[in-house]
């Protein structure tokens, strides 16, 4: 393999996990960001974000002199062979994709670029971004050097990031030229996973595409889980029935509260408003998002079955993170759930191990007259103690891995609805403890004394 000089454009997930499995393999890299604090952060060896593995390989980049952090854009684009751009796109209101920060990025490439060098959108961006941005590189470089662009879309998850990147599902290599298309072999050269190579565009809606799929998964199997509750089926077991079949597959069929996080939400919405201004519909997608908006409110419909008024109800709360392992809140299902809560007159007493910080931050300011409390436990049993309504948000092993029996000793009169079918009904029932346990796409256990 030829080390490469690289610079990576933001430290976010994406850019400093693609920066650290780099330099990982060899190569010598700079991570740029505008973010003093941040890169202050890195350079001390401390990764800002949660991700099982990144601060070992963080450390040992340091160390081998292979890593390097800076917010001097300039000297890292300066120089280097390949500059990957990892900078967000967040949703605009009006649901597209926000190029703000990619084409700051490029603007700064341009200004000081001075060696041929490919330029690697690893950003989601809109298809036929990448063209764009080839574009204005030719149009507005300050020195007379070759910039090629390639689209190289990234599909890691969070929690799972490190080994995401080291041994990816594929390695999507989208260009238009012979040049690109070498180099980033040569990138890639060690990094177990098969590569795929394509043009830009389509790079680009592989991305898309997939994220997509996955969250179209997701609604579909919600919108089945919530008929089965209608019918009497139960949602695991049509899931593990339809997963033996390879066409389908087993993953990403379970039901739950719908998709939060940082990429399923942004990307249908990106993609919809994307194909709407070239006027066509994806049905499918904007079906998918519908589904879901209306999933994340499933838990409150059925906390309304059982009370008139939540008022004065003491709630607790398990889960706050978009999904376990993360403190990410980005479009978690408890933004929308516990504020409504608390609006409704409701006591809350919420827990969560890592994000609760994040959360009361989020909460602070939404607090209004009349509007219920919220108290932050440190430990389950401490939330659950004197509550009578409790709502599972994230299915954190901690919680999975209760005795049902706590929730009958701590709560009052317990109604348990489990928005991550965290327990099999069976278990539930088995374990003899009295209480009212709901889930999604099952059928309800109720081993309450009746009066
Ligand atoms: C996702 C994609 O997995 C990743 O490939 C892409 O690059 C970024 O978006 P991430 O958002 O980190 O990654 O999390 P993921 O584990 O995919 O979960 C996303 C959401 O879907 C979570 O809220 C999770 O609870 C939900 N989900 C997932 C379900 O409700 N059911 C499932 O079967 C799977």
Not at 33 to 62: F, H, M, N, R, W
Not at 426 to 445: C, M, Q, T, W
């Amino acid at each position: 393999m030829s080390a490469k000089k690289i610079a990576v454009a933001g430290t976010g997930y994406v850019g400093l996990v693609t920066g650290v499995c780099l330099a990982h393999h060899g190569h010598r890299v700079t991570c740029v960001d505008v973010d003093e604090a941040k890169i202050a952060c890195l350079k001390a060896g401390k990764s800002p974000i949660y991700e099982p593995g990144l601060t070992e390989l963080l450390q040992q980049g340091i160390e081998a002199g292979r890593l390097q952090f800076t917010t001097d854009g300039a000297a890292a684009y300066r120089d280097a062979e390949v500059i990957f751009i990892g900078v967000g796109t967040p949703e605009r209101e009006d649901g597209s994709a926000n190029l703000d920060y990619v084409f700051g990025v490029v603007r700064e490439i341009a200004a000081s670029a001075g060696r041929d060098c490919v330029v690697v959108v690893k950003s989601t961006v809109p298809i036929g971004t990448n063209d764009e941005v080839e574009r204005y590189l030719a149009g507005h470089r300050a020195n007379p050097v070759k910039l090629e662009v390639a689209s190289n879309p990234e599909f890691l998850a969070q929690g799972t990031a490190v080994r995401d990147t080291l041994h990816a599902s594929r390695i999507v290599i989208g260009t238009e030229a012979e040049r690109p298309r070498r180099v980033l072999e040569e990138v890639y050269a060690d990094f177990d996973a098969p590569k795929l190579f394509t043009g830009r565009r389509s790079a680009e809606m592989i991305k898309y595409a997939s994220n997509d799929f996955l969250a179209l998964k997701i609604s579909y199997i919600n919108e089945i889980a919530n008929l089965c509750e209608t019918v009497g089926a139960d949602v695991d077991e049509v899931a593990a029935g339809m997963g033996y079949d390879r066409r389908i597959g087993r993953h990403f069929l379970r039901a739950g509260i719908g998709y939060g996080g940082s990429c399923f939400p942004k990307d249908t919405k990106a993609l919809d408003s994307f194909a709407a201004i070239r006027g066509t519909r994806l049905k499918t997608v904007a079906a998918t998002i519908e589904v879901n908006e209306g999933q994340k409110r499933r838990l409150l419909e059925k906390a309304r079955a059982h009370y008139k008024s939540l008022a004065g109800v003491t709630v607790a709360v398990l889960g706050l993170a978009f999904k376990p392992g993360t403190d990410d809140l980005r479009e978690a299902p408890s933004l929308l759930c516990v504020p409504r809560l608390l609006a409704e007159g409701a006591q809350v007493r919420a827990w969560d191990p890592v994000a609760r910080q994040n959360f009361a931050r989020r909460l602070a300011g939404m607090q209004c007259p009349g509007c219920g409390e919220i108290t932050y436990c440190d430990s389950i049993e401490e939330t659950l103690t004197g509550a009578e309504l409790c709502l599972i948000l994230t299915e954190w092993p901690e919680v999975c891995a209760l005795d049902p029996q706590l929730f009958a000793k701590a709560m009052r009169a317990p109604i348990v609805l489990d928005g991550r079918n965290c327990f099999a009904p069976k278990a539930v029932r088995d374990s003899g403890a009295k209480l009212l346990y709901e889930s999604i796409g099952r059928a309800p256990v109720d081993t309450r004394e009746k009066a």
